[in-house]
C-alpha cells in the first residue's frame, strides 16, 4: 500500500481544559477550529494542515485513532480493494465524517490486535497558514508524516506483524534497544524516518506509550525542554541521542498521560541496509527520570473499546 505516514492522530480525553492552555503553551501547537459538526472537540494544527492531532471528550484518556494517509485516490482505492481481498472488515467513512477529518475519503478498519485505524487521502491544507502557539520554529511534517506512536499492546501476535509489514506493505525496521518483544514499523513511502509505528508487548497492559514529533531546530528541543521544566511537568527521559537515529530527543508527559518525544534531527535518517541491534538505547542523554509507561498504559479493560477487547478476546481464543 502506498502509505506515506502518519497523517492524524485522534484521542479521547477527560480533560480537554488542560490539553487547551499545554498545547500551544508548552508545545506550540495552534489551536485549529473545530469543524461545525464536532464543536466539543480540540484540533491542534503542526503545518499547514487543517489539523494533525484531535482531542475527543471522552470519560477515559486514551488513543481513539491513527490515520494513516495515502498519497492520492488511486494509492486509496487500490489498498481499500487490497483490504477487502485480505478479510479485513472495512467501515467507509460517510461524508459527514470525512468533512470532520478534512479528508477526500476516509476508511476505518482494525489491527490484529483491536487498534483503531484510518486510510485517508487529500486531507485539507493550506501553503504558509501555521501560526505556531508560541514563539516557535515549526514542525517537521508535510509530505512525511506527523512522527510516530509507540503503542503497548497485551498480545504480541505474528498477524499483528504480518498485518502491518504483508497486508499494508511497512517495511520492518527492527525491534530497537528495548527488552522484552518490540518492533519498529514505517510506511512503504517514507523515506525519511526510522519508524512511523512501533508496538511493544506488555502482558495485560496496553494503550498509547509516546508519540514522537519532529522540530526544526534544536533551539525547539531546548526551548521546550525549558518549559517543561519550568513548569514542573513529569519528565520521562532527559536530554538525549538514540542509538538507532541521528536525533536528539527528551520525552515528558502530556495532560493525556502518554509522553511526548521532541525530536530534532542531526543529520537526515538514511536507511541503514542492515538491520541494527544497538548494544544501548542511546549514546547519551536520555536518562529515565520517571516511568517508561505513564497513566495512559493500563489493563486493557481500562483502555480499549468493546471491540478492540471482543478482537483481543477471540484472538486469545484462537491461541
Ligand atoms: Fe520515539
Given at each position: 500500500m502506498d502509505i506515506i505516514g502518519m497523517g492524524y492522530l485522534g484521542f479521547e480525553s477527560s480533560n480537554l481544559e488542560a490539553w487547551r492552555t499545554y498545547g500551544p503553551e508548552v508545545m506550540g501547537f495552534q489551536i485549529g477550529s473545530s469543524p461545525e459538526a464536532d464543536r466539543d472537540s480540540l484540533y491542534f494544527r503542526l503545518?499547514?494542515?487543517?489539523?494533525?492531532l484531535a482531542f475527543h471528550p471522552g470519560k477515559v484518556d486514551r488513543l481513539a485513532y491513527v490515520g494513516w494517509e495515502a498519497r492520492g485516490k488511486l494509492e486509496f482505492r487500490a489498498a481499500t480493494q487490497k483490504f477487502r481481498d485480505a478479510g479485513v472488515q472495512v467501515t467507509v467513512g460517510d461524508a459527514a465524517l470525512c468533512d470532520i477529518r478534512g479528508v477526500k475519503e476516509l476508511i476505518r478498519f482494525r489491527d490484529p490486535v483491536g487498534n483503531q485505524h484510518e486510510l485517508f487521502y487529500g486531507q485539507k491544507w493550506m501553503p504558509r497558514s501555521f501560526m505556531p502557539g508560541r514563539p516557535h520554529g515549526g514542525?517537521?511534517?508535510?509530505?512525511?508524516?506527523?512522527g510516530h506512536a509507540v503503542i503497548i499492546t497485551p498480545e504480541f501476535p505474528p498477524e499483528l506483524e504480518s498485518f502491518f509489514t504483508e497486508l499494508m506493505g511497512f517495511h520492518y525496521y527492527g525491534a530497537g534497544a528495548g527488552k522484552g518483544k518490540t518492533a519498529f514499523y514505517r510506511a512503504k513511502?517514507?523515506?525519511?524516518?526510522?519508524?512511523d509505528i512501533a508496538f511493544g508487548h506488555g502482558p495485560n497492559k496496553a494503550g498509547i506509550q509516546h508519540v514522537g514529533l519532529f522540530v526544526k531546530s534544536l533551539r525547539d528541543v531546548g526551548e521546550t525542554y525549558d518549559i517543561v521544566k519550568k513548569r514542573q511537568l513529569p519528565i520521562m527521559m532527559t536530554l538525549g541521542a538514540h542509538a538507532q537515529d541521528p536525533h536528539v530527543s527528551f520525552y515528558h508527559f502530556s495532560p493525556g498521560g502518554f509522553a511526548f518525544e521532541v525530536i530534532t534531527e542531526l543529520e537526515p535518517w538514511h536507511n541503514d541496509g542492515f538491520e541494527l541491534n544497538p548494544e544501548k538505547l542511546s549514546t547519551w542523554g536520555h536518562e529515565l527520570?520517571?516511568?517508561?509507561?505513564?497513566?495512559?498504559?493500563?489493563?486493557p479493560e481500562e483502555v480499549l473499546d468493546e471491540e478492540g477487547l471482543a478482537i483481543l478476546e477471540r484472538l486469545r481464543q484462537k491461541a
Open positions: 503545518d499547514d494542515r487543517r489539523h494533525r514542525f517537521v511534517a508535510d509530505a512525511r508524516g506527523m513511502l517514507n523515506n525519511e524516518t526510522s519508524h527520570v520517571g516511568p517508561i509507561l505513564g497513566a495512559s498504559v493500563r489493563t
